[in-house]
Nanobody, 127 residues
């Protein structure tokens, strides 16, 4: 059983930055992919970014490419999402997730492939 806890959300003005963190409880953190998803009110949960277990491969949604950076520190069992140049349309609850079957070198942008989810952290960007 993997437990994921997000932190770092908050209220920020457009153009500002936030860094989200996702702490995992498992002892095999480096062996599976992690991802960030978000869900705005009235919308479906959507993919934001993913990173392989090794940390060597990443993939981003077009809407955040060039503004967001996903990373992980396997020694600390923690994943991060650095969000810069935030826009009001980035407002959502952000969730981290673990894909336990991905292996060390792969990742996934499909939410139905993720096995464990955090409780979410609210990000609000004011205009």
């Amino acid at each position: 059983q993997e437990q994921l806890v997000e932190s770092g959300g908050g209220l920020v003005q457009a153009g500002g930055s936030l860094r989200l963190s996702c702490a995992a409880s498992g002892r095999t953190f480096s062996t599976y992919a992690m991802g960030w998803f978000r869900q705005a009110p009235g919308k479906e949960r959507e993919f934001v970014a993913t990173i392989s277990g090794s940390g060597g491969r990443t993939y981003y949604a077009d809407s955040v490419k060039g503004r967001f950076t996903i990373s992980r520190d396997n020694a600390k069992n923690t994943m991060y999402l650095q969000m810069n140049s935030l826009k009001p349309e980035d407002t959502a609850v952000y969730y981290c997730a673990a894909d336990m079957n991905s292996g060390t070198y792969f990742y996934s942008r499909f939410k139905n492939e993720y096995d464990y989810w955090g409780q979410g952290t609210q990000v609000t960007v004011s205009s």
